[in-house]
């Protein structure tokens, strides 16, 4: 009896942290024995990350590797690079690590926000072709063959950060752990009661409110809205989600799109492209790669769809549609 509450005390032991990084306030919470390494860690990991993709530190390699026109990347920028291009072959160009001159355009990097000239912008956009990358997977060499290119991994960094979390919480011995990257989840396990961790969906067109609730386990949840980065300027609004084919704002009906997988990487990388592919297009894409995540969208018609493979785990009080493999 005494070795049992002994256990259960132990499974019980929770650890958390509050840390800002990655421009977000982010929580990481772990239990169990290992938790207050493992918080540790994670806290280490996600600095470590910051520092090494950040855009605007000049330390980091990613700016060198934007100041220097290539270079011979890290293990960890190597993999997101590789990540990236993959996923900009496969959503047919939406999701676009080399926008960064355009976002930079727009003040999206720095918070100077303005409305680019059209001239400014189709000059700018001539720089944000991926094919224009050179990448040696074997050297891990890059190098970019236009001047003034540059690359910015922060559509796929928190994913992966997160996926990274998962692993050392694994090596701890952590059953039970739950990452919140400024809205960016991912959990390892359920809760320690056995029960699924629910995961509110934010409501894009008033925040302190939420669509849904999921319920998950070894999942990543990550959500893309324009709400999450925007100006106005004469009385319209300029969200942070840039279509790489016209260099503006995506406008496509799509609000709110929550990419729902186990690998985080791949749930961060998803969430921006299919905001910008748009209800049509996300639903085909989904349909040829519903094994590998599932997906909550919610339309400016305040209409939301879930894809089938999630669909008994959401709960909403909103008009809500099942988006089924088969059309």
């Given amino acids: 009896m005494a070795d049992a509450q002994s256990q259960q005390e132990n499974e019980s032991t929770q650890?958390?942290?509050?840390?800002?990084?990655?421009?977000?306030?982010?929580?990481?919470?772990?239990?169990?024995?290992?938790a207050n390494e493992a918080v540790r860690r994670a806290e280490e990991?996600?600095?470590?990350?910051?520092?090494?993709?950040?855009?605007?530190?000049q330390n980091s390699?990613?700016?060198?590797?934007?100041?220097?026109?290539?270079?011979?990347?890290?293990?960890?920028?190597?993999?997101?690079?590789?990540?990236?291009?993959?996923?900009?072959?496969?959503?047919?160009?939406?999701?676009?690590?080399?926008?960064?001159?355009?976002?930079?355009?727009?003040?999206?990097?720095?918070?100077?926000?303005?409305?680019p000239e059209e001239e400014e912008l189709?000059?700018?956009?001539?720089?944000?072709?991926?094919?224009?990358?050179?990448?040696?997977?074997?050297?891990?060499?890059?190098?970019?063959?236009?001047?003034?290119?540059?690359?910015?991994?922060g559509g796929i960094a928190k994913g992966y950060t997160s996926a990274r979390i998962m692993d050392i919480y694994r090596e701890c011995g952590i059953k039970s752990g739950l990452v919140n990257l400024g809205g960016n989840v991912q959990a390892l396990g359920t809760?320690?009661?056995?029960?699924?961790?629910?995961?509110?969906?934010?409501?894009?067109?008033?925040?302190?409110?939420?669509?849904?609730?999921?319920?998950?386990?070894?999942?990543?949840?990550?959500?893309?809205?324009?709400?999450?980065?925007?100006?106005?300027q004469d009385g319209k609004t300029y969200h942070h989600i840039i279509d790489p084919k016209t260099g503006y704002p995506a406008e496509n009906g799509l609000i709110s799109v929550s990419?729902?997988?186990?690998?985080?990487?791949?749930?961060?990388g998803l969430s921006t492209s299919v905001f910008i592919m748009g209800k049509e297009a996300a639903t085909e894409y989904w349909r040829a790669h519903s094994d590998e995540f599932d997906m909550i969208l919610m339309t400016d018609d305040?209409?939301?769809?879930?894809?089938?493979?999630?669909?008994?785990?959401?709960?909403?009080?909103?008009?809500?549609k099942i988006i089924e493999k088969e059309s």
């Fill in 15 to 34: 650890a958390s942290r509050d840390i800002f990084a990655m421009d977000t306030y982010m929580n990481v919470t772990a239990y169990g024995v290992g």
């Fill in 45 to 57: 990991e996600i600095e470590r990350l910051d520092s090494l993709l950040s855009t605007g530190d």
């Fill in 61 to 115: 390699e990613i700016y060198q590797i934007n100041q220097n026109g290539g270079g011979i990347l890290s293990e960890d920028t190597a993999y997101l690079v590789e990540r990236s291009l993959d996923l900009y072959q496969s959503t047919n160009g939406a999701f676009d690590i080399a926008i960064y001159p355009v976002m930079k355009a727009w003040g999206f990097t720095d918070d100077n926000f303005r409305v």
């Fill in 122 to 153: 189709q000059e700018l956009l001539t720089l944000t072709d991926v094919n224009d990358i050179s990448y040696d997977s074997r050297t891990k060499e890059i190098s970019f063959q236009k001047e003034g290119m540059q690359i910015d991994l």
């Fill in 191 to 232: 809760k320690t009661d056995g029960g699924k961790w629910r995961v509110a969906v934010q409501n894009p067109q008033d925040t302190d409110q939420y669509i849904g609730v999921l319920s998950i386990q070894d999942k990543a949840v990550i959500t893309s809205g324009g709400y999450e980065r925007y100006f106005e």
């Fill in 259 to 268: 990419i729902v997988t186990a690998d985080g990487t791949l749930a961060d």
């Fill in 302 to 320: 305040r209409k939301i769809y879930v894809t089938e493979g999630i669909a008994n785990s959401f709960e909403s009080e909103l008009d809500t």
